[in-house]
């Protein structure tokens, strides 16, 4: 009889730990959904998507306002790709700088968090954010 009971509680238990991991992880997935989503806006994906539904465009229009919106995209790309020299020698220098106001600890210091900064965000180089998929 005893063991009955302590079965019926393991079963109770199993239950009530299944419960609380599915709820878990329903909230972890509701999380990670609202990141993606919010990064997808971020991004300028999907603001610009809802926005053009709203305007209804017929097939014609569609097509033109994608071309511009290709065209814009390079421009932008050409403009950066134009800056990018002229970038990192503002960050060499800004380095140097740095390097001789800040004490050899303080100078490791910085370029440690500096890098862990990058790695949170996502970017690779100073100032290089994730690529976007019409990007690469």
Same mark, same amino acid.
């Given at each position: 009889?005893?063991?009955?009971v302590k079965?019926?509680? /393991?079963?109770?238990?199993?239950?009530?730990?299944?419960f609380?991991?599915? !709820?878990?992880?329903?909230?972890l997935?509701?999380?990670?959904?609202?990141?993606?989503?919010?990064?997808?806006?971020?991004?300028?994906r999907?603001?610009?998507?809802r926005i053009?539904?709203?305007l209804?465009l !017929?097939?014609?229009?569609?097509a033109?306002?994608q /071309?511009?919106?290709?065209?814009?995209?390079? /421009?932008?790309?050409?403009?950066?790709?134009?800056?990018e020299?002229?970038?990192?020698?503002?960050?060499r220098?800004?380095?140097?700088?740095?390097q001789?106001?800040?004490?050899p600890?303080?100078?490791?210091q910085f370029? /440690?968090a500096?890098?862990?900064?990058?790695?949170?965000?996502?970017?690779?180089r100073?100032?290089?954010?994730?690529r976007?998929?019409?990007?690469?």
């Open positions: 009889m005893d063991r009955i079965n019926k509680w /393991q079963v109770r238990l199993a239950a009530l730990v299944i609380l991991l599915g !709820t878990a992880a329903g909230a997935s509701y999380n990670a959904y609202q990141s993606w989503a919010h990064a997808q806006e971020r991004n300028g999907g603001g610009l998507e053009l539904e709203r209804q !017929t097939p014609e229009q569609k033109q306002v /071309q511009i919106l290709t065209d814009a995209r390079e /421009q932008v790309r050409a403009a950066h790709r134009e800056a020299p002229r970038m990192q020698e503002i960050r220098q800004t380095d140097e700088r740095l001789k106001t800040l004490t600890e303080q100078w490791q370029q /440690q500096t890098e862990e900064m990058r790695a949170r965000h996502g970017r690779g100073r100032g290089e954010g994730p976007r998929e019409d990007e690469r």
